[in-house]
């Protein structure tokens, strides 16, 4: 346990100081999460939202929490992979006795962290320019969601493993996120309310992992009714469904994997 | 024109070479077509949601929506063909030093480090965005002149749309090359790919401050916005000139920043 402690400790501090280092690139990266607030615009100015019988307010809400969401659960493991083992970087990495996995986790954690100031300016720049649109969630939605916050991140992590696992048998793996990106984008309520789907469309996209990714934890934060325990519960779901198929392909992957250009 | 004759010389072998990498990598053409589809579906399918509330977005019929969809289609095909193998590699130039041997060369720096090499998997988004333009023109509804327009509106359009690569372009190439300052802006450019997303949408969708942002500061409008409405035979003069002049400006900018920013090169590891 006390081992444990010390590793987890001694990865997120290098990799908090690494993430640090890079602030210019963060506050960029936070920028480019503008995607909720750009399509509350569009939304704010079309009825559609009315006639789905959401308010203004709730759509407001809605959008500014998604877009928190978003912040706080960007995955970029696989792009990081492909460039480390192409370059052949992730050998020594497998040569150290803990999982490459565990470092690209701390990794991820810690630029979550050193990217809350940016966030936080940000969400303080759309106060200003729109005094009405922020608002202060109630303690319970506010710790409800920030773990919902942290369980759609691991899902999302883990859903990438997968992919990132093909890494070991094509040099472009990376390609195959943007194929993955489409349907989060869409089906996730990052683009739009779950609400004003069509029925059919929202069952279909309930039954896939995204819709607890960014919807989830933004309709906890904007206070919307929501079941909590069908939540968790389906990205717990996911969770395990996805953890084994994962193992199995690391595994699977790793006894294929022979450094670049040996 | 000896020299014109040189970079077309020299743009015909890079590309070739580039194409002929490329080609190894049969299997990203078909994740390409998947992808430009996928978004382009999706794309429609948040438009039909947007316009659940109304037959109009913005002042915007259906069909002339989806030609700006579709304009952004095709920008977004230019982007993935020209703008992003180049000019995302600038960061890796400044951080390797690699970069010395690019102003080395007797050739303008500037053009090497934009016209290196090309993809061919942004083709489908070009082919895509062009059909779905087509096809809304041809099905404008009731109550709209139907058809094709005129060859004056489709010159102006062209003419327009040539406008926003150039503009495109700029962006592009000022956002990547700030890289020589802050060395590790790794990706720095993708930044623009998620906030250009806005011109999916006609401008008049938004709501009138963030129409000023991105009229202004951010120039989506000239991006989608102005060359559709030029093609749906609402084009005005005064958009055209702003139009043109932007792209001007752009391009001059990004020429004076690349210039400016030599001065501070100082290469890797000095």
């Known amino acids: 346990m006390s081992w444990a402690w010390r590793v ?25 999460g503008v995607l909720p607030l750009i ?13 789905a019988g959401l308010s203004a307010q709730q759509l407001s809400h809605y959008f500014l929490a998604a877009f928190v969401v978003r912040q ?54 759309v106060g200003l320019a729109a005094p009405g649109l922020l608002w202060l969630p109630s303690a319970g939605a506010l710790l409800l969601g920030i773990l919902a916050i942290v369980a759609a991140f691991l899902l999302r992590f883990l859903l990438q493993v997968l992919v990132t696992t093909l890494c070991f ?11 993955l990106m489409i349907p989060y984008l869409f089906l996730s309520g990052l683009v739009a309310p779950l609400d004003t789907f069509p029925p059919a469309v929202r069952r279909l996209a309930l039954a896939t992992p995204f819709p607890w990714m960014v919807d989830f934890p933004a309709r906890l934060l904007a206070g919307e009714p929501v079941n909590v325990a069908l939540g968790f519960g389906a990205i717990a779901a996911w ?23 040996a | 024109m000896r020299e014109f004759a040189r970079y077309w010389r020299s743009l015909r072998c890079f590309w070739g070479t580039s194409l002929a990498a490329e080609l190894e990598y049969p299997l990203n053409a078909w994740i390409e077509l998947l992808s430009v589809l996928g978004n382009l579906a999706g794309s429609v399918f948040v438009l039909q949601l947007l316009f ?37 590699r600038i960061v890796n ?71 926003a690569l150039v503009i495109l372009y700029s962006l592009w190439f000022v956002l990547a090359a700030l890289s020589i300052w802050f060395v590790k802006v790794w990706n720095a450019t993708e930044v623009l790919r998620y906030t250009l997303v806005a011109g999916r949408y006609p401008v008049s969708a938004y709501p009138p401050a963030l129409r000023l942002l ?12 102005v060359p559709a409405e030029a093609l749906l035979g609402r084009g005005s003069a005064i958009w055209a000139l702003g139009s043109l002049l932007a792209a001007w400006l752009c391009l001059a900018g990004s020429r004076l920043l690349w210039r400016y920013a030599q001065r501070f090169y100082t290469s890797a590891s000095s």
């Open chain 1, 8 to 32: 987890a400790r001694a990865l997120l501090g290098s990799q908090y100081a690494l993430m640090l280092e890079y602030r210019a690139e963060i506050a960029l990266w936070a920028l480019s």
């Open chain 1, 39 to 51: 399509m509350l615009g569009v939304w704010s100015g079309s009825g559609a939202a009315a006639a």
């Open chain 1, 72 to 125: 706080f659960t960007v995955v970029w493991l696989i792009q990081v992979f492909e460039d480390d083992a192409l370059q052949g970087r992730l050998s020594p990495f497998l040569l150290q006795p803990l999982s490459p996995l565990w470092r690209y986790l701390a990794a991820h954690l810690s630029e979550q962290a050193s990217r809350i100031p940016f966030v936080a300016v940000m969400l303080l720049a």
């Open chain 1, 169 to 179: 048998w094509s040099e472009r793996a990376a390609a195959l996120d943007r194929l």
């Open chain 1, 239 to 261: 969770c395990l469904l996805l953890l084994p198929i994962g193992h199995w392909l690391w595994r699977a992957g790793l006894r294929r994997y022979s450094a670049m250009g």
């Open chain 2, 52 to 88: 659940g509330g109304g037959p109009q977005l913005g002042g915007w019929s259906w069909s002339g929506a989806l030609v700006v969809l579709g304009l952004y289609t095709l920008l977004d095909g230019f982007t993935t063909c020209v703008l992003q193998p180049n000019l995302s």
């Open chain 2, 93 to 163: 130039h400044v951080q390797t030093g690699t970069l010395d041997y690019v102003l080395l060369k007797p050739i303008d720096s500037q053009f090497w480090l934009s016209a290196r090499t090309v993809s061919p998997w942004g083709l489908p988004g070009i082919l895509a965005g062009f059909g779905l333009i087509v096809w809304a023109l041809l099905n404008r509804g009731p109550g709209a002149p139907s058809g094709l327009p005129a060859a004056g509106p489709v010159l102006l359009s062209l003419a327009l749309l040539l406008a």
């Open chain 2, 214 to 225: 991105f009229t202004f500061v951010l120039p989506v409008a000239f991006l989608t916005t």
